[in-house]
T-cell receptor, first 112, second 108 residues
Framework: GAGVSQSPRYKVAKRGQDVALRCDPI?????LFWYQQALGQGPEFLTY????????KSGLPSDRFFAERPEGSVSTLKIQRTQQEDSAVYLC??????????FGEGSRLTVL | KNEVEQSPQNLTAQEGEFITINCSYS?????LHWLQQHPGGGIVSLFM???GKKKHGRLIATINIQEKHSSLHITASHPRDSAVYIC??????????FGTGTRLTIIP
């Protein structure tokens, strides 16, 4: 596609539900990043892939958060047993190695 | 203390004014990004800098590596420039560290 595509754009989950957020990066982009943006805050790093390898997951806030990119293209961020504090916009970005970043529109998660 | 500090946090100006947003950082970086985020919208990359100065239309970005400081300037500001402007630095393994953003409002 022409840009980074994220789905769903909006997700409402009941506390305790599992959610999966998808990111389709720009074709050929080796680097893929996930960020979490709470309301009124700047984005916070979650995790980073280079192709299928997850090189940095230091930003994942708990073991309820899991990300994968099994074929080096599409990535999924999974949140198990969602809590209210997980409510945020989850942003995906991709780039060629060390190049300009392209962001998706984000997935807004609301946990009730 | 955040590794990336932006000032001001909020800025309101009249249409046509010259705008400056500042970013200071405390770590060694490989690149600095200026990003724009409209309310409810995604993030758009404006500039990626590792040295010197870049210009795109009415936007100018400068960086001083020795002083660990960058500025984003907007000339002849327009209400459509109203957005949050975010400075982010690339360190180490390519992850970005973001500032908290500057909320710019341009009044017609």
């Amino acid at each position: 596609g022409a840009g980074v595509s994220q789905s769903p754009r909006y997700k409402v989950a009941k506390r305790g539900q599992d959610v999966a957020l998808r990111c389709d990066p720009i074709s050929g982009h080796v680097s893929l990043f996930w960020y979490q943006q709470a309301l009124g805050q700047g984005p916070e790093f979650l995790t980073y892939f280079q192709n299928e390898a997850q090189l940095d997951k230091s930003g994942l806030p708990s073991d309820r958060f899991f990300a994968e990119r099994p074929e080096g293209s599409v990535s999924t961020l999974k949140i198990q047993r969602t809590q209210q504090e997980d409510s945020a916009v989850y942003l995906c970005a991709s780039s060629l190695a060390a190049g300009e970043l392209f962001f998706g529109e984000g997935s807004r998660l609301t946990v009730l | 203390k955040n590794e990336v500090e932006q000032s001001p946090q909020n800025l309101t100006a009249q249409e046509g004014e010259f705008i400056t947003i500042n970013c200071s950082y405390s770590v060694g970086i490989s690149a600095l990004h200026w990003l724009q985020q409209h309310p409810g919208g995604g993030i758009v990359s404006l500039f990626m800098l590792s040295s010197g100065k870049k210009k795109h239309g009415r936007l100018i970005a400068t960086i001083n590596i020795q002083e660990k400081h960058s500025s984003l300037h907007i000339t002849a500001s327009h209400p459509r420039d109203s957005a949050v402007y975010i400075c982010a630095v690339r360190v180490g393994n390519e992850k970005l560290t973001f500032g908290t953003g500057t909320r710019l409002t341009i009044i017609p």
